[in-house]
DNA sequence: ACCTGAACACCGTTCAAGT
DNA sequence: ACCTGAACACCGTTCAAGT
């Protein structure tokens, strides 16, 4: 049997990456396959693999939705606070830091899923990818500038990502319980240790 | 067929941890398998699973030695260094920062399956990880004492665990080049970095 | 043209049957 | 007692055959 037409690529794509979004709501992506993903959707395991090319490219696109929401929950501060810390950015970066960690602790397993993806052997994080990563430290690295007006942008550019890469190892320890028992409470406190102290001495010494 | 009784247990175990090391040196662990371990070494996948309770439990035989000869990567200095850095906890800590990020790129894979494999769902990172990572924050936490006697124990304990996270998110972006291009350089200065400023603020602050 | 479902080459695990 | 190898229930992917 065949010709369903029910659905076109389109929707089926968005009927797949929302089944699996609504599976890493609560659970690992260990316990989902294509298989699975399909029979849930109403299709075949060859119909996905037609539409997406390979289960590999549908997780990237899971992955793809995953940085958008990250990124939207990282802009969106309430109209208030914006107001508040025009003029503080290191109050600002302080909240980034503790957004990302909610981020993460909300999000769990699509947060896994996206930085435990790996592309099958070739090269190429791809370049929308790599774009909304840049997006994300373009924040920190104007609120950096604003920290630091002195400092050039390359000095900059490297803070952002130590900082970035630094609230992401304690993000990542944390929510494997590879730190220490309490992480729940304590990876708040860490960030907050991380970001106040590095962002001070780089303050006083980028560039000067 | 049966009845081979050409190596204990224990020698089964070290050949297939053996062997799944050799090839984590190259490939990684997607790209092998319970039975084709079990083929390597000469035996049927039943018995590697008899030996070793199941694959997971191999995976984490794999990762205790890893942890092993991270820790002994770390706690190895030259001996005139040692002589040197005894009154600069700083040159120890930054050291010790450059050791990891040196191990995690010289055993990239085995490095991944120390802190990406999931066990099943349970609970309850094993006694003798969590000591061997207690072990590691330990020469962290000395060193930071030296630095800042006035600390109490638990401000120590709390950085030591900021800079181990922090120092571990570099290597991880960095290893899966998701920081920016070309890591592999950088990624050593932003340790540095990190270290530095983070460890200069926090010794002028920590409990004063 | 689109989709299916059987087939293919795998996977970790179990367990009756051999020695 | 120890090990095997077939069996089981999966997996991602391919592709001839249907509509």
């Not at 029910?6 to 929707?11: A, F, L, R, S």
């Not at 924040?139 to 942008?153: D, F, K, S």
């Not at 609230?167 to 708040?188: I, Q, Y």
């Amino acid at each position: 049997m065949a010709r369903r037409k029910d659905h076109t690529h389109e929707q089926i794509q968005t009927l797949a990456i929302e089944s699996l979004q609504q599976h890493l709501a609560e659970q690992p992506l260990g316990n989902m396959s294509l298989r699975k993903l399909a029979q849930r959707i109403g299709y075949s395991p060859g119909t996905l693999i037609n539409v997406f090319g390979s289960y590999d490219q549908l997780l990237l696109s899971v992955n793809a939705a995953t940085l958008d929401s990250l990124s939207a929950q990282l802009t969106l501060q309430p109209a208030a606070e914006q107001q508040e810390n025009k003029q503080q950015p290191l109050q600002r970066l302080l909240a980034y830091g503790q957004s990302y960690l909610q981020f993460a602790e909300q999000n769990r397993y699509l947060w896994q899923l996206l930085f435990e993806h790996r592309l099958p052997e070739g090269e190429e994080v791809p370049d929308w990818q790599q774009q909304r990563i840049d997006g994300l430290f373009h924040t920190v690295e104007q609120a950096l500038t604003q920290v630091a007006p002195q400092a050039n942008a390359a000095t900059v550019q490297q803070a952002a990502r130590t900082i970035w890469a630094s609230v992401h190892g304690v993000c990542s320890l944390s929510l494997d319980d590879k730190l220490f028992a309490d992480s729940l409470t304590d990876a708040g406190a860490m960030i907050e240790s991380l970001i106040r102290n590095y962002v001070m001495a780089w303050s006083n010494q980028a560039d000067v």
